[in-house]
């Protein structure tokens, strides 16, 4: 069997998703299991709509429900007549009158839980799958929607709930391996999973690929495939560079260094369990499905000759520093620190330490206030925002001295100021820190040294 996750653009209207049916059912010998996002800005629209729905929100939340259903019965229209059309545009009202009650009861209560909140998340993937299946069946598919809350076992970390492998594994075998052994397509949503007692769950923004990757890693795919925007995964990100080139063959490791530092293309999470059972990942365009597109696999077949795969950044990140009172550190210093990150789930991308300070940066302003009043138990702080992190990523560079040398020897030629460099302890990524504002020139210089027209 294989995986076939489609994002959120590639389903975004009724012309994405017939394209995408063509795709699917032309996959069909494969035995595919189709991964689906919600319609483009859906998810954004439903969290919006769900934070403004305490109490003075109330009215706007509303109507932005009132915008979704006509959205998704605007889709419904486009693709389906009579009968059919009926049958799913009951559907979709049913489930936008459920929203619409849900934020109604956030109004009376007046407070919005995580809980709540992933409820209303998911119902972006439940309206656009329900839409793709009908469609499929119209077509003639033999398809079944089965629904991943169902599958996808999570722990009850509300909008970051942590996947449960075991659960995942039985209840993949048991529900979705006989359909497609019975010769059904089967679709199911990405992002979405519910605890054990069945509350539903996500698994983080942009998490449908890494369901597409637990998915395909509990049913033994021979591939993940990952439909998207673009033609694979670039040297750099085509929106900010447009001569980006695709990269055919990547590692993991590679994927997962682009990934984890702002390569959206692939969510970071994806590729552990890919790894694991060494399946392949295959980025496609749906747009144009006839184009290559990117594979990832656990070696390359390029071996050593290749330098540099691709360059990455992240944009607002903030850097704390924090210095030791004491004159030197002290043993703990560090345990102390890192006990106030993980106490508040926070997690630390880049660090660079002397024997007084520590730097080192994370990437979202959530917790920082509660986190800086701990850190001043430990130490005298110093926080600066809006900075960017680089990373260089390509298994060359364990091997090429010359081709850290040229990163540095590139930023210093555009007088570009750099902070923290790491070279990463893969030793397959150089990282850095640049101010927020040198992003756009900083991507330019890197990639025309690196990847010249
Ligand atoms: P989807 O909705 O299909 O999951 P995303 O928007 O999450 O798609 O990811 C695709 C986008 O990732 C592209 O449109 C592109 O702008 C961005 N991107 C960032 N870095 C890269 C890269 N190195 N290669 C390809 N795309 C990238
Ligand atoms: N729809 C979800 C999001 O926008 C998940 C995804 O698209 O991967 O975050
Ligand atoms: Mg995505």
Redesign the pocket.
């Known amino acids: 069997m294989i995986v076939m996750?489609?994002?959120?653009?590639?389903v975004e209207d009724a012309k994405a998703m017939r394209n995408v049916a063509g795709i699917v059912m032309t996959n069909a010998v494969r035995r595919p299991l189709v991964v689906a996002?919600a319609c483009?800005g859906v998810t954004n629209a439903l969290l919006t709509l769900a934070r403004s729905s305490p109490e003075a929100g109330r009215e706007h939340a509303l109507a932005q429900v009132e915008e979704l259903r006509v959205r998704h019965r605007k889709i419904a229209h486009d693709l389906f007549s009579g009968e059919v059309l009926f049958t799913v545009q009951s559907q979709i009202d049913a489930m936008m009158d459920e929203l619409r009650d849900l934020v109604k009861s956030i109004a009376i209560l007046g407070e919005l839980t995580e809980r709540s909140l992933d409820t209303i998340a998911g119902f972006g993937e439940r309206l656009s799958t329900l839409l793709l299946c009908h469609h499929m069946k119209q077509q003639g598919a033999d398809c079944v929607l089965v629904s991943a809350g169902d599958v996808l076992v999570t722990s009850a970390e509300y909008t970051r709930a942590v996947p449960l492998r075991e659960a995942i594994d039985e209840r993949a075998s048991r529900i979705i391996a006989p359909l497609l052994e019975a010769g059904q397509i089967v679709i199911t949503q990405g992002f979405l999973g519910a605890t054990e007692a069945g509350v539903p769950t996500t698994i983080g923004r942009?998490g449908?690929?890494y369901s597409a990757a637990l998915f395909g890693a509990a049913l033994n795919a021979e591939e993940i495939q990952?439909?998207?925007?673009?033609?694979?995964?670039?040297?750099?990100?085509?929106?900010?560079i447009p001569n980006?080139k695709v990269?055919e063959e990547m590692t993991f490791r590679e994927a997962a260094e682009?990934a984890y530092f702002?390569?959206?293309?692939?969510?970071p999470a994806t590729i552990q369990p890919a790894v694991e059972k060494n399946i392949p990942v295959r980025?496609l365009n749906?747009k144009r499905p006839d184009v290559g597109g990117t594979v990832i696999v656990s070696e390359g077949s390029f071996g050593a000759r290749r330098g540099v795969t691709?360059?990455?950044y992240k944009e607002d990140i903030t850097l704390i520093t924090i210095t030791s009172t004491r004159m030197l550190m002290m043993h703990g210093f560090l345990a102390r620190v890192f006990a106030i990150f993980a106490a508040h789930r926070k997690s630390v991308d880049v660090i660079a330490t002397s024997e007084v300070s520590l730097s080192l940066t994370v990437d979202s302003q959530e917790n920082l206030e509660a986190i800086f009043g701990e850190l001043r138990s430990v130490g005298a702080i110093e926080v600066v925002h809006d900075k960017s992190i680089f990373c260089v990523v390509g298994e060359g560079l364990k091997s090429s001295p010359s081709a850290v040398a040229k990163v540095f020897r590139t930023l210093d030629e555009h007088a570009i100021p750099v902070s923290m460099i790491s070279l990463g302890a893969s030793e397959i990524n150089v990282t850095f820190v640049v101010e927020g504002k040198d992003i756009q020139r900083t991507a330019l210089a890197l990639h025309e040294a690196f990847f010249p027209d």
């Open positions: 996750k489609f994002g959120g653009t590639s996002s483009a942009g449908s690929d990952i439909w998207t925007d673009v033609d694979g995964v670039m040297t750099s990100d085509p929106s900010v980006a990269i682009l702002g390569a959206k293309v692939l969510h980025v749906s691709s360059i990455a």
